[in-house]
Antibody, heavy 121, light 110 residues
Framework: EVQLVESGGGLVQPGGSLRLSCAAS????????MNWVRQAPGKGLEWVSY????????YYADSVKGRFTVSRDNARNSLYLQMNGLRAEDTAVYYC??????????????WGQGTLVTVSS | QTVVTQEPSFSVSPGGTVTLTCGLS?????????PTWYQQTPGQAPRTLIY???TRSSGVPDRFSGSILGNKAALTITGAQADDESDYYC??????????FGGGTKLTVL
């Protein structure tokens, strides 16, 4: 069974940093591309970033480009999101999401339960 | 900046059929955008329903179907049930690795 478990969320001040983690199990982690998708309270879904199975390719939404960095450790079956320069508008539940294969077009077929990031002073 | 458009809300009677659409602020949606549909109930993670235009995800009943209708992607629910009352999101791949979600459609079954 595919499982994705996010951690690392919490309360952080504007301008601060946070690192999210996603522990994956139940599948061959290195052979799938992964994503982060977020959802602000009461709002819709927003794709944040993508990383290929071998970490050769990363993509970012314009709203986080230059501030967020996605990475993965295939030996540890883990996905990460380093978030710097956090703003109030980054407040959201962040989902770790697995694609159906290892392609830039996805699609996302599995989702974690999410971790809440709150940016506030 | 390209916006992905969805109806903000829709209503269907139990047992009825409803078609939700997913468009682009400029241009037409095609299979090369790999339209994907998700269902989400409050407080829950999204569930993948349809991907690559018309492929049902594992475990999704066949009363959910996807297609291209005119210049939009479409999600059709036939024989709507009470537990279909959810938010539905589409996402399109717009090139250069960028994926953009629509604003979502709140479906009411009554």
């Amino acid at each position: 069974e595919v499982q994705l478990v996010e951690s690392g969320g919490g309360l952080v001040q504007p301008g601060g940093s946070l690192r999210l983690s996603c522990a994956a199990s139940g599948f061959s982690f290195s052979t799938y591309s992964m994503n982060w998708v977020r959802q602000a309270p009461g709002k819709g879904l927003e794709w944040v970033s993508y990383i290929s199975g071998g970490s050769s390719t990363m993509y970012y939404a314009d709203s986080v480009k230059g501030r967020f960095t996605v990475s993965r450790d295939n030996a540890r079956n883990s996905l990460y999101l380093q978030m710097n320069g956090l703003r109030a508008e980054d407040t959201a539940v962040y989902y770790c999401a697995r694609d159906a294969s290892n392609n830039w077009y996805g699609p996302v077929v599995y989702w974690g339960q999410g971790t809440l990031v709150t940016v506030s002073s | 900046q390209t916006v992905v458009t969805q109806e903000p809300s829709f209503s269907v009677s139990p047992g009825g059929t409803v078609t939700l659409t997913c468009g682009l602020s400029s241009g037409s949606v095609s299979t090369t955008h790999y339209p994907t549909w998700y269902q989400q109930t409050p407080g829950q993670a999204p569930r993948t329903l349809i991907y690559s235009t018309d492929t049902r995800s594992s475990g999704v009943p066949d009363r959910f179907s996807g297609s291209i209708l005119g210049n939009k992607a479409a999600l059709t629910i036939t024989g709507a049930q009470a537990d279909d009352e959810s938010d539905y999101y589409c996402v399109l791949c717009l090139g250069s690795g960028v994926r953009v979600f629509g604003g979502g459609t709140k479906l009411t079954v009554l």
